[in-house]
């Protein structure tokens, strides 16, 4: 995970340096329809406007989870997180606009990169495993609490932005139920939104 906030750093540099087009990386709902899935992997790695406290605060959330997480659902949660939440999230542009082929049209076109959704699944693995050893309110407070710093950072939001809510999600889903039970129906619902968008 350490290589993974490297690799961010690194990527962002040469974005922001204008060694690499922020275009040829980040993911759109259009451009993951259009089949380039690989922008899914691609967008993971660019830390999102402003650039710096996104990676001080995917560094910080990191270390927050490796202490109380074994590495292996800490690893899960980012990976789940990060592109299942994606994947539904355009499942749900892509499903809309076959049915109206205005639906989202804001947002269709949309670059969709950092490392927010990874944090948001951390948050929400944390705050599973806290909500069964401390005091809830304790545990509500500290999500709001990390939901203000976002958004004092990063205050405009569109429909892509609910990806955190089910990053949130997903991430307490990985500590709460063995593996085997959150990913075999994640794949399926990734097969199905991937289908939408496509379509």
């Not at 990806?163 to 039970?181: C, I, K, N, S």
């Amino acid at each position: 995970m350490l290589a993974v906030t490297a690799v961010a750093g690194a990527g962002t540099a040469a974005n922001r340096l204008g060694d690499v087009p922020l275009a040829s990386l980040a993911a759109t709902p259009r451009a993951v329809g259009e089949g380039k899935l690989w922008l899914l992997v691609t967008s993971a790695l660019l830390a999102d406007t402003p650039w710096l406290p996104s990676l001080l605060g995917f560094a910080v959330a990191l270390a927050a989870v490796l202490y109380v997480l074994p590495l292996r659902q800490v690893v899960v949660a980012a990976v789940v997180g990060q592109f299942a939440s994606t994947l539904v999230v355009y499942g749900i542009v892509g499903g809309a606009r076959l049915l109206d082929g205005h639906a989202f049209a804001s947002v269709v076109d949309v670059q969709d990169f950092g490392l927010s959704a990874m944090i948001a699944a951390w948050i929400g693995a944390v705050a599973c495993l806290a909500w069964a050893r401390h005091s809830h309110l304790r545990v509500v407070a500290g999500c709001l609490l990390c939901l203000g710093v976002g958004l004092a950072f990063r205050p405009t939001l569109t429909f892509l932005d609910s990806e955190h809510v089910v990053a949130f999600v997903l991430g307490a889903a990985v500590v709460r139920h063995p593996l085997a039970r959150v990913v075999v129906p994640l794949r399926r619902a990734a097969a199905v939104a991937v289908a939408a968008v496509h379509n």
